[in-house]
């Protein structure tokens, strides 16, 4: 019987660890900024990005950032879309529960969220400076947001997306 190498080993312990949470990123303008958020979704167990390109130029997630992810795109699944919709329907088929990222009335305090409770999560974020469309907004089932004490009411993409993935981590109880 072959013997199991040490990094087979952390391999499966990576995938093991692996959540079932979804980062979706809508129209992201900076390639980079996209690939920084790629890094903290390896370092905090998501395998899963999609992208959905309806205003922004198309790019290539495995041949963006190799050295702003360190390499953190080859260890990613990536899922293009061409509309907010076409990538909603898919996410709804299969039984996903959708944050959206907003700052307005009806949005929930991150930490206050259900998100511990759902199987299936993702969390949307998007443009660097339209943020997310309407459509983004308004077919999400839930709209979240990172409570802040400053004055200034919002941080760079890939720190969004970082703090929401460790705090997606520790509602799920990840031993991180």
Same mark, same amino acid.
């Given at each position: 019987?072959?013997?199991?190498?040490?990094?087979?080993k952390?391999?499966?312990?990576?995938?093991?660890?692996?959540?079932?949470g979804?980062?979706?990123?809508?129209d992201?303008?900076?390639?980079?900024?996209?690939?920084?958020?790629?890094r903290?979704?390896?370092?905090?167990?998501? $395998?899963?990005?999609?992208?959905?390109?309806?205003?922004?130029?198309?790019?290539?997630?495995?041949?963006? #950032?190799? %050295?702003?992810?360190?390499?953190?795109?080859?260890?990613?699944?990536?899922?293009?879309?061409?509309?907010?919709? @076409?990538?909603?329907?898919k /996410?709804? @088929?299969?039984?996903?529960?959708?944050?959206?990222?907003?700052?307005d $009335?009806?949005?929930?305090? /991150?930490? /206050?969220?259900?998100?511990?409770?759902?199987?299936?999560?993702?969390?949307?974020?998007?443009?660097?400076?339209?943020?997310?469309?309407?459509m %983004?907004?308004? #077919?999400?089932?839930?709209?979240?947001?990172?409570p802040?004490?400053?004055m200034?009411?919002?941080?760079?993409l890939?720190?969004?997306?970082?703090?929401?993935?460790?705090?997606?981590?520790?509602?799920?109880?990840?031993?991180?």
């Amino acid at each position: 019987m072959e013997e199991i190498t040490t990094r087979q080993k952390k391999i499966n312990k990576v995938m093991e660890n692996r959540h079932q949470g979804i980062i979706v990123l809508e129209d992201i303008h900076d390639p980079h900024n996209a690939a920084a958020v790629w890094r903290s979704a390896d370092a905090f167990g998501f $395998g899963k990005i999609y992208i959905i390109f309806d205003q922004e130029k198309v790019f290539n997630p495995k041949k963006v #950032g190799k %050295a702003s992810s360190s390499s953190a795109n080859k260890w990613l699944d990536f899922e293009i879309f061409k509309s907010t919709s @076409e990538c909603y329907k898919k /996410l709804k @088929e299969e039984g996903y529960k959708i944050y959206a990222t907003v700052l307005d $009335g009806e949005a929930k305090d /991150l930490s /206050l969220s259900d998100i511990r409770s759902q199987e299936k999560t993702a969390i949307v974020l998007g443009n660097e400076h339209r943020g997310l469309s309407q459509m %983004a907004i308004e #077919g999400a089932d839930q709209k979240i947001y990172i409570p802040m004490l400053g004055m200034v009411q919002s941080l760079n993409l890939s720190v969004t997306a970082g703090i929401l993935m460790w705090e997606y981590g520790r509602q799920k109880g990840s031993k991180i």
